[in-house]
Nanobody, 123 residues
Framework: EVHLVESGGGLVQPGGSLKLSCAAS????????MSWVRQAPGKEVGLVAC???????WHLESLKGRFTISRDNAMNTLYLQMDSLETEDTAVYYC?????????????????RGQGTQVTVSS
């Protein structure tokens, strides 16, 4: 059974940085694509980034240069480095498995998500 636990969220001022982590268990992490998604208050869930099992990343175009997805297969952990945070980045961030993250198709499995971690960007 897929079990994902997100951590690292918090309150940060605009322009600040956070690094989110997602500890994975219950499945073969090194063989699974993974993704980060977020849900802002009153908005739909949106894909932020995904990464293939061997570490090839994809980022939402509007977030390139600010957000970086990475993974450590030895530690069964997914990361999201977020820099130059803006108030619009305020959301609950979830990690999920990703059935496809290449060749123009970037998907996530919402049902696999963990409990999420709140990121609040505010002065």
């Amino acid at each position: 059974e897929v079990h994902l636990v997100e951590s690292g969220g918090g309150l940060v001022q605009p322009g600040g940085s956070l690094k989110l982590s997602c500890a994975a268990s219950g499945f073969t992490f090194s063989a699974s694509g993974m993704s980060w998604v977020r849900q802002a208050p009153g908005k739909e869930v949106g894909l932020v980034a995904c990464i293939t099992p061997d570490g090839k990343p994809w980022h939402l175009e509007s977030l390139k240069g600010r957000f970086t997805i990475s993974r450590d297969n030895a530690m069964n952990t997914l990361y999201l480095q977020m820099d130059s945070l803006e108030t619009e980045d305020t959301a609950v961030y979830y990690c999920t498995t990703s059935p496809r993250c290449y060749l123009g198709q970037y998907l996530y499995n919402w049902m696999s998500r963990g409990q999420g971690t709140q990121v609040t960007v505010s002065s």
